[in-house]
């Protein structure tokens, strides 16, 4: 995995993090970081809950695979709001 690589994954990790702050309802408190943090492990969600349903046979991007990533992190942001944050 290269420096491109890493930040790339970077990149993608905050608009998937911020897209998924956008479509949750109320204010959500959150760095730059802590979204980046949100959107990374909403794609390894997604990704995980795609795979259950079909495989990418060249493993390049999809748009599902983004949709995918959102939901994923709208899930992570459910459970962080409803467990952590009480």
Do not use: H, Q
């Not at 809950?49 to 991007?61: A, C, E, T, Y």
């Not at 695979?65 to 992570?76: A, E, N, T, W």
């Amino acid at each position: 995995m290269g420096i491109m690589s890493i930040v790339w994954m970077i990149v993608v990790g905050f608009v998937v993090g911020l897209l998924a702050r956008y479509i949750y309802p109320g204010a959500i408190n959150l760095g730059f970081w802590m979204t980046t943090l949100l959107g990374i492990g909403g794609s390894v969600v997604g990704g995980i809950i795609g795979g259950l349903f079909s495989k990418s046979p060249d493993g390049k991007f999809r748009t599902a695979g983004f949709i995918m990533s959102v939901i994923g992190s709208l899930i992570l942001l459910w459970a962080y709001l409803n467990f952590f944050m009480k």
